[in-house]
Nanobody, 127 residues
Framework: QVQLVESGGDLVQPGGSLRLSCLAS????????IGWFRQAPGKAREGVSC????????YYADSTKGRFTISRDDAKNTVHLRVNNLKPEDTAVYYC????????????????????WGEGTQVTVSS
Protein backbone atom coordinates (compact mmCIF):
# COMPACT_ATOMS: atom_id res chain seq x y z
CA GLN A 1 0.00 0.00 0.00
CA VAL A 2 1.12 3.55 -0.69
CA GLN A 3 1.63 5.46 2.54
CA LEU A 4 3.01 8.92 3.22
CA VAL A 5 3.99 9.84 6.77
CA GLU A 6 4.86 13.43 7.69
CA SER A 7 6.89 14.56 10.66
CA GLY A 8 8.69 17.64 11.95
CA GLY A 9 5.84 20.03 12.67
CA ASP A 10 6.15 22.07 15.84
CA LEU A 11 5.40 25.33 17.62
CA VAL A 12 8.03 27.94 16.72
CA GLN A 13 8.52 31.68 17.11
CA PRO A 14 8.35 34.04 14.13
CA GLY A 15 11.64 33.90 12.25
CA GLY A 16 12.29 30.33 13.31
CA SER A 17 12.94 27.30 11.12
CA LEU A 18 11.76 23.72 10.82
CA ARG A 19 12.53 20.69 8.70
CA LEU A 20 9.45 18.77 7.66
CA SER A 21 9.91 15.22 6.42
CA CYS A 22 7.80 12.89 4.31
CA LEU A 23 8.54 9.17 4.41
CA ALA A 24 7.10 7.34 1.40
CA SER A 25 6.38 3.63 1.34
CA UNK A 26 7.35 1.28 -1.46
CA UNK A 27 9.89 1.78 -4.20
CA UNK A 28 10.85 5.45 -4.16
CA UNK A 29 11.69 5.60 -7.85
CA UNK A 30 8.12 4.63 -8.73
CA UNK A 31 6.98 8.09 -7.64
CA UNK A 32 7.06 10.82 -10.27
CA UNK A 33 6.41 13.79 -7.99
CA ILE A 34 6.23 14.44 -4.26
CA GLY A 35 5.15 17.75 -2.85
CA TRP A 36 3.62 19.69 -0.01
CA PHE A 37 0.29 21.40 0.48
CA ARG A 38 -0.93 23.29 3.52
CA GLN A 39 -4.27 24.29 4.96
CA ALA A 40 -4.93 26.92 7.59
CA PRO A 41 -8.22 27.10 9.53
CA GLY A 42 -10.92 28.66 7.40
CA LYS A 43 -8.78 28.66 4.28
CA ALA A 44 -8.53 26.46 1.22
CA ARG A 45 -5.69 24.06 0.65
CA GLU A 46 -2.80 25.62 -1.20
CA GLY A 47 0.25 24.17 -2.84
CA VAL A 48 3.59 24.95 -1.24
CA SER A 49 6.31 23.08 -3.10
CA CYS A 50 6.95 20.10 -5.36
CA UNK A 51 9.91 18.05 -6.53
CA UNK A 52 9.88 15.85 -9.64
CA UNK A 53 11.65 12.61 -8.78
CA UNK A 54 12.63 11.79 -12.36
CA UNK A 55 14.44 15.00 -13.25
CA UNK A 56 14.92 16.74 -9.90
CA UNK A 57 13.14 19.94 -10.89
CA UNK A 58 11.65 21.88 -8.01
CA TYR A 59 8.73 24.29 -7.78
CA TYR A 60 7.60 26.75 -5.14
CA ALA A 61 4.57 28.86 -4.46
CA ASP A 62 5.23 32.58 -4.79
CA SER A 63 4.51 33.10 -1.11
CA THR A 64 7.35 30.76 -0.07
CA LYS A 65 10.12 31.58 -2.55
CA GLY A 66 13.37 32.40 -0.84
CA ARG A 67 12.27 30.87 2.46
CA PHE A 68 11.37 27.23 1.71
CA THR A 69 13.60 24.53 0.21
CA ILE A 70 12.51 21.07 -0.92
CA SER A 71 15.00 18.22 -1.20
CA ARG A 72 15.13 14.45 -1.56
CA ASP A 73 16.96 11.51 -0.01
CA ASP A 74 16.45 8.51 -2.29
CA ALA A 75 18.23 6.09 0.05
CA LYS A 76 15.76 6.88 2.82
CA ASN A 77 12.62 7.24 0.68
CA THR A 78 12.23 10.71 2.12
CA VAL A 79 11.46 14.20 0.89
CA HIS A 80 12.25 17.15 3.15
CA LEU A 81 10.88 20.65 3.26
CA ARG A 82 13.11 23.14 5.03
CA VAL A 83 11.07 26.12 6.12
CA ASN A 84 13.00 29.23 7.17
CA ASN A 85 12.04 32.65 8.47
CA LEU A 86 8.61 31.42 9.42
CA LYS A 87 5.77 33.91 9.68
CA PRO A 88 2.45 33.67 11.53
CA GLU A 89 0.67 33.29 8.20
CA ASP A 90 2.62 30.06 7.64
CA THR A 91 0.61 28.44 10.44
CA ALA A 92 -1.21 25.47 8.94
CA VAL A 93 -1.41 21.72 8.69
CA TYR A 94 1.19 20.67 6.14
CA TYR A 95 0.41 17.64 3.97
CA CYS A 96 2.78 15.51 1.97
CA UNK A 97 1.34 14.55 -1.42
CA UNK A 98 2.48 12.24 -4.20
CA UNK A 99 1.67 10.95 -7.65
CA UNK A 100 3.11 8.15 -9.76
CA UNK A 101 1.72 9.59 -13.00
CA UNK A 102 2.81 13.20 -13.40
CA UNK A 103 5.79 15.45 -12.96
CA UNK A 104 5.41 18.65 -10.96
CA UNK A 105 5.22 20.64 -14.17
CA UNK A 106 1.97 18.86 -15.07
CA UNK A 107 0.49 18.32 -11.61
CA UNK A 108 1.20 21.87 -10.50
CA UNK A 109 -0.55 22.93 -7.33
CA UNK A 110 -3.89 21.33 -8.14
CA UNK A 111 -4.89 19.08 -5.22
CA UNK A 112 -6.87 16.73 -7.46
CA UNK A 113 -3.77 15.79 -9.43
CA UNK A 114 -2.17 14.10 -6.43
CA UNK A 115 -3.44 10.60 -5.68
CA UNK A 116 -1.82 10.09 -2.30
CA TRP A 117 -1.94 12.25 0.81
CA GLY A 118 -0.45 11.96 4.27
CA GLU A 119 -2.30 12.73 7.49
CA GLY A 120 -0.53 16.05 7.94
CA THR A 121 1.76 17.67 10.48
CA GLN A 122 0.92 20.86 12.38
CA VAL A 123 3.12 23.93 12.05
CA THR A 124 2.29 26.78 14.43
CA VAL A 125 4.17 30.09 14.30
CA SER A 126 3.49 32.26 17.32
CA SER A 127 5.22 34.39 19.94
Amino acid sequence: QVQLVESGGDLVQPGGSLRLSCLASGFFLDYSAIGWFRQAPGKAREGVSCISLRDGNTYYADSTKGRFTISRDDAKNTVHLRVNNLKPEDTAVYYCVATTRLACYSAGFYPGEYDYWGEGTQVTVSS
